[in-house]
């Protein structure tokens, strides 16, 4: 009775090692078959270049406020706040025809309780907008760095801070990509040849946004950034290359 158990014991196990060295025959041609399938695809690798730029034209806008009883009132006190902030601009080196005027707005402002209108107008406000553009930045920057002069003259200005930008971008990116291009093929030799490979011919290419921020700046974004507040940036481009795998 012991010899009949032991039989079927042996012979179930043989049964049992045959079936799962036939599944992890399988189970290794399906991932042999995976890692073929991907090596085909070749090596992907995405390369970047950046470069140092200066901005080279900025605009910058102003805004004269000004409140008054009656809408005369408020127009007549834009025209005064005006005339200060273009003598402040030409004195400090802008030509008269770098500056252009923008129109002269009114509107009341309604007297409201507890989130309701009560029909009736407090005052009126007026405002009016003056915008240099030049390619002069640094002298910009220093005007703008010391309109504070205007305030204590009881001028009210609003500056809403220089606009710099980068004219010779279009210039910059070709350089730029072809730098990322160089860039992404070193990485690729740098991985195979760690593994005994060879980089093949490029099958792809594909050309990520242009990012120009300031030079300490990490910020990206998928649809490329442009910062306009500094004068110094970096301008950055990315490339993602396949290359075929020998």
């Keep these: 009775m012991d010899e009949k158990l032991e ?6 196990i043989i049964a049992a090692a045959a079936i799962v060295a036939s599944a992890l025959g399988a189970g290794l041609s399906q991932v042999g078959s995976g890692f073929a399938t991907r ?15 200066k901005a080279d034209n900025v605009v910058w806008t102003l ?9 005369a009132s408020a127009v007549n006190g834009i025209d005064s ?29 309604e007297e409201y309780i507890n989130g309701n209108p009560t029909g009736r107008i407090l005052n009126y406000r007026a405002n009016r907008e003056i915008t240099v553009r030049t390619k002069d930045v640094q002298l910009v920057s ?4 010391n309109i504070g002069a205007l305030l204590q003259q009881g001028v009210n200005v609003s500056n809403y801070g220089p606009q710099y930008y980068v004219s010779t971008l279009n210039k910059i990116r070709p350089e730029l990509l072809s730098e990322a291009t160089k860039d992404a093929k070193a990485r690729a030799e740098a991985m195979t040849e760690a593994v005994g490979g060879r980089v093949g011919s490029i099958t792809s290419v594909k050309a990520g ?13 998928d649809y490329g950034m442009y910062d306009t507040s500094s004068i110094d ?9 396949t290359f075929k795998s020998n």
Excluded: F, H, W
């Design 7 to 12: 039989k079927r014991k042996s012979i179930t």
């Design 39 to 53: 090596s085909s695809d070749g090596i992907v690798v995405i390369g970047s270049a950046k470069v140092s730029a």
């Design 63 to 71: 805004s004269i406020a000004n409140t008054g009883k009656t809408p």
């Design 81 to 109: 706040g005006i005339s200060a902030l273009q003598k402040y601009l030409t004195d400090g080196g802008v030509g008269s025809e770098q500056l252009t005027l923008g129109p002269v707005n009114s509107y009341p402002t």
């Design 142 to 145: 220093k005007l703008s760095q």
């Design 209 to 221: 946004p242009i990012q120009v921020t300031t030079p300490d700046s990490t910020m990206t974004s």
């Design 233 to 241: 940036k970096t301008v950055t481009a990315t490339v993602t290359v």
